[in-house]
Each structure stands twice: as structure tokens, then as C-alpha cells.
């Protein structure tokens, strides 16, 4: 049986923020502190090379299963898992496999970075001298031999500080969504920017800059290798299968809450950093923007606005305006007429043009890495339809930042099928035990007499 507590507090924003000064370590490990004496040991051998891995997750099911089962197959550990208040048997079920287990307090916000941090401090807190950390979503599966090869990517390159590799969708035939989110994982190789959810992180330079910004409600990854780079390492993505991922994304409504969410991160990633030098998500951010609110803006005011200039034309190309001497000479006439006409091409043509050149852009660049023309066609036009959401995202986080309110976590994936029905049938029968139980009681009361008030 593993260990379960409840972790009472989280890294404040500042503490985990960009300012990297390690008060987040601190913060979360007296969070994690207090814990039974008599809690179980990890039952593999545990030393200062070993890899510590934290997986978090929600409702994930058999996709958790999946992930813990891949991660003992190759040695991985010691494990800790942390939940974010799932109502199927994933704390049940890494329990079982000796997993730790960290339950995060549910009157604080769940974020995914949140409950990377509280797992980190935790493995801190029981293995302090453990030099690696690999982080693992709970929707993912690790490939075999991933945690050997990102270790031996670090060999020699002591200033790099994170690797990644390659992620891909389990089921990419399942819908265009899935396919969309499998080409999005494949990312050129090399020295990069940035990282995804699932990352192997050497423990000293995640202390170093605070760790994850507990407060994002995504696009924590890309801002914590911003603080990452900024104090001179670097972030590393090999050539390795790494993770088999589960998006789960089958209908257009999660596409959009996911792009919507994907907005509010370049938001707010600007919003940090982008008055530095990386100038984090600024392009992003202003791409979204033109494509998804200035470029539909401008065509919708031309075309509205068109008509009342070849109005005019119409009115003075009449033989009552055209006998009169103001049409002698007079370049009214024509006026009137270039006017509309350059805004009628600006709308018709001008606007559409520059979303045509970019979905080239996109495609041309898909090709690239080598997707067939249909994959690439298709990433194409849903990056520039993407670019709505993204916007609504950006004025999301805008609009509550200026008012003060928190945006709250964006959920795009369903609870994992059966143990979703399970849940369903649990509290249903849960229920219907409460509701007997009332009746039970409300029997027994009017039998002696003196009713009662729930």
C-alpha cells in the first residue's frame, strides 16, 4: 500500500513564476511535509543516478494504467502520482502498484503544472539526492527503451538541462482531431525552445529556476524552458520514440476548447516574457490576432461599406447628373468609383489572399517533415480556422486578468469510457442508497411521532 496524503498548500505564483529563485521548492516541500512514519518504502533500489518519475493525471483510467505499467517495465522509478480529483479507480490502481500517491486539495485550482510541482517536491521530500525527474502525463505510454536513451543524450552535454522525443497520437485514424494533435507533435529535432508535458529534467536545474508556473492553465511547458534558457541551458529533442499519447479528441467542441485554451497560454506566456528577450509567444499571439479577429474585422467592414461608395457612382452616372454642370469637368464621377472598387478588391481579394498565403505556409512547412499533401492540406486550413478560438482565448485571458478573476482549467477530454460509466453507475447508485436511507428514516420518524427536517 502507498502512501496518501492531501497536499494542503501549493507554490504561490511568484514563488513559481519566472523569477526562478527556488522559493517554489520551498513552498511546495512544506507542502509535502508531515507525512506518516510508517509510510512504505519504494521497493526497487533507489540511488542518486535513479530516475524519479511523476505522472499526473484525471479520470484517466485505462490510459493510466498503460502509463505505470510501461514505466515499471523499464525500471523507471520511484514513481509518485498525482491526482486531480478523479472519480474512477486511478488512485486505486497506482496504489496497487506501490505508486505514491499525492491527492491535490480540491478547493484550490487544479492546473497541470500545479500537480507537476506538488509531485516533484514530494519525490524531493523522500529521495532529496535523486538527479533526474521524468515527467509523464497520464494519458501517455513510454516507449521501452525512452528513459535509457534520454539519459544518454545528457552524456557530454552538461549545459543541456531537459530532452524530449518524439510523442505520437495512439490512434490517429480515430478522427481528424487525433490526427491533427499527432502531426502537432512532430517537431523539428535538435536544440529547441521548448518542451511538452512528457520530459526527462535534470533535479538541480528544475530547482534552480522554481519549476513550473502553478498558476497557467497551459503553455507552462514553453514557460518554464523560457527561464530554463534564459539562465543558459539548453532544451534538447532526440531522435526517440518517447510516448504514445491519447488525445481522446473525437468532436469539433473539444478541437475548439483546445484551441481556445491554446490562445489563453499565448496570452499569457506574452504576458510574462514577452517584454524579454526570447519575446515569448509574441508572435503567436499577434498571428492569432490578425487572423482571427483584425483580417475578419477589415473584410466584413469592407464589404459592408462597399455598396454605400458604388452607390454613389450609380447616382451621378444619371442623365439628371450628367446634364447638370457639375459633371462638366468634374472628376466626382470617378471618384466615388475607384473608392469602392479598391475596397470591394481589398475585400474580395486582398484579405482572402493573405489567409491563402499562410495556409501555403502551413502546408508547404508540413510537407517539409515529410506528411503526405491530404495530412498537410488538412493541418493547413484547421491552423487557420484555429485561429478564431485562439483569439477568443487571448480576450479571455485579457478580459479576466483586467477584471481580476482566474480563468480556471479548460477540459477538452472525456473521463476514460468504461471508468467513466462506472462513475456514472457508482453515483447512481450511491443515490439511490441516500435516497432509501431518507425514506428509512423519515418512516421511522412519523412512527414515533415527532417528524423530522433534513
Given amino acids: 500500500m502507498a502512501s496518501k496524503r492531501r497536499m494542503s498548500s501549493v507554490p504561490s505564483p511568484k514563488a513559481a513564476g519566472s523569477s526562478g ?42 490510459r493510466l494504467r498503460r502509463c505505470l505499467r510501461s514505466l515499471l517495465a523499464q525500471g523507471a522509478g520511484p514513481i509518485v502520482y498525482v491526482d486531480s480529483g ?27 503544472a500545479r500537480g507537476r510541482n506538488a509531485g516533484f517536491f514530494e519525490l524531493q521530500r523522500l529521495f532529496p539526492t535523486l538527479r533526474w525527474v521524468q515527467f509523464v502525463d497520464g494519458d501517455c505510454e513510454v516507449r521501452a527503451d525512452w528513459i535509457a536513451r534520454a539519459r544518454a543524450a545528457f552524456e557530454q552535454r552538461p549545459e543541456v538541462a531537459a530532452v524530449c522525443g518524439r510523442r505520437r497520437e495512439r490512434h490517429p485514424e480515430a478522427s481528424i482531431y487525433n490526427r491533427l494533435a499527432d502531426m502537432e507533435w512532430n517537431a523539428p529535432l535538435g536544440e529547441v525552445e521548448e518542451c511538452g508535458g512528457d520530459v526527462l529534467f535534470r533535479t538541480p536545474v528544475f530547482l534552480e529556476v522554481g519549476g513550473f508556473n502553478p498558476r497557467m492553465i497551459a503553455g507552462e511547458e514553453p514557460e518554464l524552458c523560457v527561464r530554463v534558457r534564459e539562465r543558459g541551458y539548453k532544451v534538447l529533442r532526440i531522435d526517440a520514440e518517447m510516448t504514445l499519447h491519447d488525445a481522446a479528441i473525437t468532436r469539433f467542441r473539444q478541437w475548439w476548447t483546445r484551441a481556445v485554451r491554446g490562445g489563453h497560454s499565448y496570452a499569457e ?9 526570447t519575446r515569448h509567444n509574441v508572435r503567436r499571439t499577434l498571428s492569432s490576432l490578425a487572423y482571427g ?48 472598387a479598391g475596397l470591394l478588391v481589398l475585400a474580395l481579394a486582398g484579405v482572402p489572399a493573405a489567409y491563402l498565403r499562410a495556409a501555403c505556409g502551413a502546408y508547404l512547412d508540413r510537407r517539409r517533415r515529410g506528411d503526405p499533401p491530404r495530412h498537410a492540406a488538412l493541418y493547413a486550413g ?66 414515533n411521532g415527532s417528524p423530522r427536517t433534513a
Wanted: glycine share 14%.
Fill in 293 to 340: 479577429l483584425v483580417l475578419p474585422a477589415l473584410w466584413g467592414g469592407a464589404l459592408a461599406a462597399a455598396p454605400l461608395f458604388l452607390g454613389g457612382p450609380l447616382l451621378l452616372g444619371s442623365p439628371l447628373f450628367l446634364g447638370s454642370p457639375l459633371f462638366l469637368g468634374s472628376p466626382l464621377f470617378f471618384a466615388p468609383l475607384g473608392i469602392g
Fill in 269 to 277: 506566456g506574452m504576458a510574462l516574457h514577452g517584454a524579454g528577450p
Fill in 86 to 112: 478523479s472519480s474512477d479507480d486511478s488512485v486505486a490502481f497506482a496504489q496497487s502498484l506501490g505508486v505514491f500517491i499525492v491527492n491535490l486539495d480540491t478547493s484550490v485550482p487544479f492546473t497541470m
Fill in 382 to 447: 484547421f491552423c487557420m480556422l484555429g485561429k478564431l478560438p485562439e483569439t477568443l482565448g487571448i480576450l479571455t485571458y485579457w478580459s479576466n486578468r483586467l477584471r481580476g478573476r482566474y480563468s480556471g482549467l479548460m477540459e477538452y477530454k472525456a473521463p476514460a469510457q468504461g471508468h467513466a460509466a462506472a462513475a456514472v453507475v457508482a453515483a447512481a447508485a450511491a443515490a439511490a442508497a441516500g435516497a432509501a436511507a431518507t425514506s428509512t428514516a423519515a418512516s421511522a420518524s412519523h412512527t
Fill in 21 to 62: 529563485n527556488g522559493s517554489a521548492g520551498r513552498a511546495a516541500g512544506s507542502a509535502a511535509a508531515g507525512a506518516a512514519a510508517g509510510e512504505p518504502r519504494w521497493s526497487g533500489a533507489v540511488h542518486d543516478d535513479s530516475v524519479g518519475v511523476v505522472v499526473i493525471g484525471r479520470n484517466e483510467g485505462e
